[in-house]
């Protein structure tokens, strides 16, 4: 299955922040969109990433003034990313390779979604369930 597959079953739409926003305004696009990432994009496209994971251990070394500061302070700038013609589990590979949980998708230049590691399993689950059917099937009829 292909990264386009997935994006067209959950959609393309993808939450995002500039670099200059908030550490508050972060946490509170999170909270709204009920998401644990979001690319940060500026004039030349995804320039970073920025996860709650990120937040949480700059919180920790910086206290509450963090919250105040931009995003562009704590996001991560070599950002993986894939493509639609990307196969999920090439994708998978990837994500745990890297300790990663958010991928943005690019094509063309320009973000076109972004895929979890919640979206990778689902697609393996409905793969695996596939399957499953499918010999079920062959096992009953011959």
Known sequence: MRIADV???KGSAVATVSPDTTVAGLLAGLAEHNIGAMPVVGSGGVVGIVSERDVVRKLHERG???LSRPVSEIMTTVVATCTPRDSVDDLSVLMTQRRIRHVPVIEDGRLAGIVSIGDVVKTRME???TSQEQLQAYIAHG
């Open 7 to 9: 994006l067209r079953a």
């Open 127 to 129: 793969e695996l369930e």
């Open 64 to 66: 509450e003034v963090l």
